[in-house]
């Protein structure tokens, strides 16, 4: 399969994005910055769905991507990319930024995008 070709629909992982923002979110709603950087199983539960948002926007296919530009999918892939290959000098305030106030507006722009959910065909 070529590279530029999603491996499965972008349906699929338009859903793996909303599912780890909203994720994001209830574990953060409850938590201040100082907090997070004090609670380390946070900030790796934090880490791994930035991941998660990063991962499946780099699956979501180039033409779709392109197609809806007025999202900045770099920066969601960039900060994923900082996490996994920088870890040892991860800055938490980027991070919190990110996941408190980037990811949340990066949503509300993918929410409109966002197919229905498929019927469960056992009814």
Same mark, same amino acid.
């Given at each position: 399969?070529?590279? %530029? ?9 338009? /859903? ?23 609670? $380390? $199983? ?23 991507? #392109? ?24 800055? #938490?305030?980027?991070? /919190? #930024? ?21 019927? %469960?065909?056992?009814?």
């Amino acid at each position: 399969m070529p590279h %530029d070709e999603p491996k499965t629909n972008n349906a699929v992982y338009l /859903w793996h994005i909303k599912r780890a923002c909203e994720q994001l979110a209830t574990y953060l709603d409850v938590v201040d910055f100082e907090q997070f950087c004090e609670d $380390q $199983q946070l900030k790796d539960a934090v880490f791994w769905k930035i991941n998660v948002i990063g991962e499946a926007i780099g699956n979501l296919s180039s033409a779709f991507r #392109e197609q809806h530009d007025e999202i900045p999918w770099h920066k969601a892939r960039a900060i994923r990319n900082r996490i996994v290959h920088g870890y040892d000098t991860i800055d #938490e305030v980027i991070v /919190w #930024e990110t996941a408190t106030i980037y990811i949340p507006s990066m949503m509300r722009l993918i929410t409109p995008l966002m197919p229905p959910l498929p019927e %469960d065909k056992d009814d």
